[in-house]
Nanobody, 124 residues
Framework: QVQLVESGGGLVQAGGSLRLSCVASGITFSVHTMAWFRQVPGKEREFVAAISQRGVNANYADFVKGRFTISRDNAKNTVYLQMNSLKPEDTAVYTC?????????????????WGQGTQVTVSS
């Protein structure tokens, strides 16, 4: 049974930082491309960042470049999202996703495995 479990969300003031974690089980983590998406109620889920199997390559949405960093620890089956300089518009449910393969994928439909999400709220 595949499980992706996120943690690390919460309430933070604008300009602050949070680090999200996503622990995977039931998959061979090291052969999966991993990603973070986010969703605001009433809006479509949007891509935030993705990282390749060994962590060598990463891709970011324009609105987080220079502020967020995705990383992974294959020994711990964990992918992280370090979020700095948070803005109120970053408020959303953040969800991690995984897909076996070596290509960085940017679209929601390309991922088979999903977590439940963790709420991030940034106050102004």
């Amino acid at each position: 049974q595949v499980q992706l479990v996120e943690s690390g969300g919460g309430l933070v003031q604008a300009g602050g930082s949070l680090r999200l974690s996503c622990v995977a089980s039931g998959i061979t983590f090291s052969v999966h491309t991993m990603a973070w998406f986010r969703q605001v109620p009433g809006k479509e889920r949007e891509f935030v960042a993705a990282i390749s199997q060994r962590g060598v390559n990463a891709n970011y949405a324009d609105f987080v470049k220079g502020r967020f960093t995705i990383s992974r620890d294959n020994a711990k089956n964990t992918v992280y999202l370090q979020m700095n300089s948070l803005k109120p518009e970053d408020t959303a449910v953040y969800t991690c996703a995984g897909e076996p393969g070596g290509f960085i994928l940017l679209r929601e439909v390309q991922y088979d495995y999903w977590g439940q999400g963790t709420q991030v709220t940034v106050s102004s």
